[in-house]
């Protein structure tokens, strides 16, 4: 007869558990429920599962619920965990065993990919405890802060950029580079989505699946997206092997191309980042690019590129009334 984690309930304020598989009341007092629950344990014993089956757990409900590329981005890191603390008890898990072991499986990495890895942890180990499965100490993890991704090229050097994209390579950086497109947006464009001045992914295909997605495209590039869904195929951008670009392909393009610009920060997100920087350097409202951008709010391009927008003269205004 196991005795499982305690946990508490908000609704009635007490601190319960499961004994086989059914919930027992203990109290209001952590301290006393902590008793309480100690006695169970010395009487029936206690099912404690292993860092190990939790992570199995996590990711089995992660491959029945979520997208499919959230699981391949959680997967290989969480085994990794699992593997290193196999006998492990979940509930023995602390921070400074994750910091040891993140250390040293990812020696090399930066502080962005240090917060992703311990996001992914701490919400494999939360939905543990949402369900009764275990109480954590690595429910919530410090994280480092992210590095932000500031780098762009002025406009000036966006003709330098596309002299080195040839073919169906220009066509897809191109695309980024005037309309501010996400990578992973730009590649899964399909004629169905195209309303002769824009694109437009319904709530399901588009990042975070909560609305849909409008890129907006400039009249200079609209006949080229004409003639590209012109010759019967379905996706706007394909590559040279006639097939729709993956993300190892632009990838390894944005690769190429940071060795021929000289730029060790470029990668395909600059385009975005450089559409957004000169639209806002230009004087373009706040509001009107974070639309562009799919953005819910204004705040990450203020963050980004508040420092660009040409608002000295408003700033002189308002401080001499």
């Known amino acids: 007869m196991p005795v499982g984690a305690i946990f508490f309930r908000k609704q009635t304020r007490t601190y319960y558990c499961k004994i086989d598989g ?3 009341r203990l109290c209001a007092c952590r ?6 629950h100690a006695d169970y344990v010395a009487a029936y014993g206690c099912k404690r599962p292993t860092v190990s089956q939790v992570v199995r757990m996590f990711l089995e409900h992660s491959k029945a619920r979520k997208a499919k590329a959230t699981t391949a981005r959680r997967e290989p890191v969480l085994m990794k965990l699992g593997a290193a603390y196999e006998e492990k008890l979940a509930d023995c898990l602390t921070p400074s065993d994750v910091q040891i072991w993140l250390k040293r499986v990812y020696p090399d990495a930066g502080p962005t990919t240090q917060a992703d890895i311990l996001t992914m942890i ?6 543990a405890e949402r369900n009764r499965e275990v109480t954590s100490k690595v429910n919530k993890l410090d994280k480092p802060p992210r590095q932000q ?3 762009y090229l002025t406009s000036d050097r966006w003709p330098e950029l596309l002299g080195h994209c040839k073919g169906p ?14 990578p992973q947006e730009a ?3 399909q004629r169905r989505h195209w309303q002769s001045d824009r694109f437009t992914l319904r ?3 588009a990042k975070g699946k909560r609305r849909s997605r409008v890129i907006y495209v400039p009249e200079s590039l609209t006949p080229r997206i004409d003639e590209l869904l012109t010759d019967g195929r379905d996706y706007a951008f394909i590559n040279s092997k006639g097939r729709p670009w993956s993300k190892d392909a632009i990838n390894n393009a944005s690769r190429r191309l940071k060795a021929k610009l000289g730029e060790p920060e470029f990668c395909a997100y600059t385009c975005r980042h450089s559409f957004a920087a000169n639209k806002v350097a230009n004087g373009e409202e706040l509001a009107i690019v974070a639309q562009l951008l799919g953005h819910e709010s204004v705040d990450q391009v203020y963050k ?5 927008a040409k608002q000295h003269d408003r700033l002189l205004a308002a401080v001499n009334r």
């Not at 701490?122 to 939905?127: A, D, L, P």
């Not at 390579?169 to 996400?182: N, Q």
């Open 122 to 127: 701490s919400t494999c180990f939360r939905w």
């Open 169 to 182: 390579m220009r066509d897809i950086f191109e695309f980024m580079l005037f309309t501010g497109a996400r």
């Open 22 to 24: 059914k919930q027992v």
């Open 31 to 36: 301290e006393e429920a902590e008793r309480m």
């Open 149 to 151: 991704r500031e780098f």
């Open 203 to 205: 709530a399901s295909e």
């Open 187 to 189: 590649r899964k464009l």
């Open 304 to 308: 980004r590129y508040g420092h660009l």
